[in-house]
T-cell receptor
């Protein structure tokens, strides 16, 4: 079965400093991985996706993530945080086999950005 | 990606009544839509997979007689919460499947049952 673990439930950074949100995955298949962002009382927006092409994936709003198979990780980074980045971030793996067609969500990481 | 809308964005209803939530795919014909439930400060929980023209597939533990899903067209799926109770209060989000396993999410519906 597929699963994801987000290693931090809450991350706090200062505006202008780098952001690192950590995610490890488990999959017996070649995974498709995603990062979604959710602002308060809003739906989810796709930041970026990995689907077995380039291992360094660039997304919207300056975010990027690197797929590392040897470490089973898919960490999300941004060089310089902005106040508008404060939100909940979800690392997600696509299901395969009996979980086919479904998305398996991590528990989420709340990002706070201090002025 | 697909643009997905939900209506209403929030609703308050009395205990024992039913409420219908609509999910529309505005620019994409969706044979499959998904319904999620999200409690405060928690991740999304998949409730059911809605297939156009056929019965929805419910996740284990989700009462299909309580959460009625209808997917009558390629652009519309509805979730009806029947005989709602305060414990049904939650944030309900729908999504549409994309071409590379990703999903595109609606803005969500906040349901409060009093």
């Amino acid at each position: 079965a597929q699963s994801v673990t987000q290693l931090d439930s809450h991350v706090s950074v200062s505006e202008g400093t780098p952001v690192l949100l950590r995610c490890n995955y488990s999959s017996s298949y070649s995974p498709s991985l995603f990062w979604y962002v959710q602002h308060p009382n809003k739906g989810l927006q796709l930041l970026l996706k990995y689907t077995s092409a380039a291992t360094l994936v660039k997304g919207i709003n300056g975010f990027e993530a690197e797929f590392k198979k040897s470490e089973t990780s898919f960490h999300l980074t941004k060089p310089s945080a902005h106040m508008s980045d404060a939100a909940e971030y979800f690392c997600v793996v696509s299901g395969r086999g009996t979980q086919g067609g479904k998305l398996i969500f991590g528990q989420g990481t709340e990002l706070s950005v201090k002025p | 990606g697909a643009v997905v809308s939900q209506h209403p964005s929030w609703v308050i209803c009395k205990s024992g009544t039913s409420v219908k939530i609509e999910c529309r795919s505005l620019d994409f014909q969706a044979t499959t839509m998904f319904w999620y439930r999200q409690f405060p400060k928690q991740s999304l929980m998949l409730m059911a997979t809605s297939n156009e023209g056929s019965k929805a597939t419910y996740e284990q533990g989700v009462e299909k007689d309580k959460f009625l899903i209808n997917h009558a067209s390629l652009t519309l799926s509805t979730l009806t919460v029947t005989s709602a109770h305060p414990e049904d209060s939650s944030f309900y989000i729908c999504s549409v499947g994309g071409s590379s396993y990703e999903q595109y999410f609606g803005p969500g519906t906040r349901l409060t049952v009093t």
